[in-house]
């Protein structure tokens, strides 16, 4: 038995965020990232039209990218203290995964973090306070999924958080607020969503309700990802659609270990971040190669090539033909191919992970994304040995052969 879950009401295209002021409530917290929402107008906006449905307003702001355990209690504090009936998350996928969280502990200040880290063992949300997302960026899509991404800064882990309870009642998908972007960040978070499409489609818990949305944001995403990148403001309109299409995908059919490999080497190193949608671009690469050993997801990822045109006779070279085309893409979005070429900031120059630090720590990176929550549905389970072999190809750009 399967399940499809998506948020209550989802509203979409350009003005949509007006639809707040139709939110029926008394008190509403608004949890922000670092002041792009403040400095385009968005927030003034939001908060003005939460205002007119008669609500009261408090904000928590600042939430930092790749959001920590620390924020997420202290954000728990501030709605244990104002008591809001809806928790509005706006922006990229930090702040909202971080609500996401944070409402967690509002409803259930006794539980600990520890206890969430188990897949779909939530307790029952809704007791308190409904949740909005309003994105901005065009990637995560976590407006529409049951995932929330936090770190441990102490154990410098990101930890996948999922359960269909933290599944937003209310989606806003405003293309509006993703035309501020800049290009940096167009692309990480564009083949991020790539990567979710990919995923989703391939996962073992791909099914009938899944696969079509996965296959149409693959197929606008490839249309529109490189154009967005360059100014393309039509394009970016249709990559904040596309996001939302594959994020309804994978949330359902869940990911794979492209996911797992960025979360665990994401926080890993002493020089800085990996960013997530960076990370995803130069493993999937890789990672296709080592799941397409499986029939079954060799013949989805050619039907992937298939459906986006790409040239082959035969399973084998329309695989190749999907590899040779995201690096392509990576390669036009100014993306590294591998961790070597990784520098501060996800452009490519003076390695950020020095190859010492990498090999020191690569067991336990190995050992922490195998125990990853998105191992589960990928079409091979890789052993320790594996995933190393993985990751030092997604290190030095080499062929994955085993």
């Not at 249709?238 to 994401?266: E, W």
Request: net charge negative.
């Amino acid at each position: 038995m399967g399940r499809f879950t998506l948020p209550r009401d989802l509203y979409h295209g350009k003005g949509a965020l007006e639809n707040l002021k139709n939110l029926p409530g008394k008190k509403a917290m608004v949890v922000v990232g670092g002041g792009s929402m403040r400095r385009f107008g968005f927030l003034d906006k939001a908060v003005g039209y939460l205002k007119e449905a008669g609500m009261e307003v408090q904000l928590f702001e600042n939430v930092e990218p790749d959001p920590s355990v620390e924020t997420v209690m202290k954000g728990a504090k501030a709605m244990q203290e104002f008591k809001p009936d809806w928790i509005v998350a706006m922006g990229g996928g930090s702040p909202i995964d971080a609500a996401k969280a944070m409402w967690v502990f509002y409803e259930y200040p006794e539980t600990s973090f520890e206890a969430l880290i188990t897949p779909f063992s939530f307790p029952t949300l809704r007791t308190k306070a409904h949740f909005c997302a309003v994105s901005s960026t065009s990637g995560t899509a976590t407006e529409v999924t049951a995932f929330s991404v936090i770190t441990d800064y102490h154990k410098g882990i990101k930890y996948p958080l999922a359960d269909f309870n933290i599944t937003p009642d209310v989606a806003i998908v405003d293309p509006e607020l993703a035309e501020t972007m800049p290009a940096k960040l167009t692309a990480h978070t564009g083949m991020d969503a790539m990567t979710h499409a990919i995923e989703a489609y391939v996962s073992t818990l791909n099914c009938d309700y899944t696969d079509p949305l996965a296959l149409h944001a693959i197929e606008m995403i490839h249309d529109n990802l490189v154009a967005s990148f360059n100014g393309d403001m039509a394009a970016r309109d249709k990559m904040h659609d596309a996001q939302c299409l594959a994020g309804m995908a994978f949330s359902n059919a869940l990911l794979g270990i492209v996911h797992s490999m960025a979360h665990k080497t994401g926080a890993a190193y002493e020089n800085g971040h990996i960013i997530h949608g960076a990370a995803n671009a130069m493993y999937l690469p890789k990672v296709i190669r080592y799941n397409a050993k499986d029939p079954v997801a060799a013949k989805r990822y050619a039907k992937i090539a298939s459906f986006i045109n790409l040239k082959g006779e035969t399973t084998e070279e329309l695989v190749d033909a999907l590899i040779n085309e995201l690096r392509a893409m990576n390669k036009a979005l100014k993306i590294p191919m591998c961790i070597k070429e990784y520098a501060v900031g996800g452009v490519i120059g003076e390695p950020m992970v020095h190859e010492e630090e990498f090999l020191a720590k690569l067991p336990e990176v190995a050992k922490n994304a195998i125990a990853d929550a998105c191992t589960g549905s990928n079409p091979r389970q890789p052993n320790q040995e594996e995933m190393e072999k993985l990751l030092k190809c997604c290190y030095y750009d080499t062929e994955v052969d085993f």
